[in-house]
């Protein structure tokens, strides 16, 4: 995690980088690959490596309510996946969805640039 803290118009506030792993199993409920206690805006990426699926569904939360949602298709004609990334005003968790058949797993990165206001 890379930390930022900057000053702009008299207001504080920080700026994260945070990335990680997922392997999600095929056809089960949403994953909470992310969550916090604090409201952020932001940008999302996820990079889907291989899987059972046709595309990840991922949902950006806001205290349980859905504020964006996107797909991230696999790349089946590429042997390096595929990336998808949306920037979202307010939210406080990410799930991904992996609704595919079989015994794999879903697999990838993601990545998520956070700004949130210090009081």
Request: hydrophobic residues 35%; negative net charge; aromatic residues 10%.
């Amino acid at each position: 995690m890379v930390s930022c803290f900057c000053q702009d118009n008299g207001e504080s506030f920080y700026s994260d980088d945070i990335c990680g792993n997922f392997t999600i199993p095929c056809d089960q409920e949403p994953e909470t690959i992310w969550q916090s206690d604090l409201i952020v805006t932001g940008t999302i990426s996820v990079y889907y490596s291989k899987g059972c699926a046709e595309g990840l569904l991922v949902d950006i939360l806001l205290d349980g309510i859905i504020q964006q949602s996107f797909i991230v298709p696999l790349a089946v004609e590429s042997a390096y996946g595929n990336t998808r990334s949306f920037t979202v005003r307010e939210f406080n968790e990410i799930q991904i969805t992996c609704s595919g058949e079989g015994e794999e797993s879903c697999t990838g990165v993601y990545c998520i640039n956070v700004h949130y206001l210090i009081d």
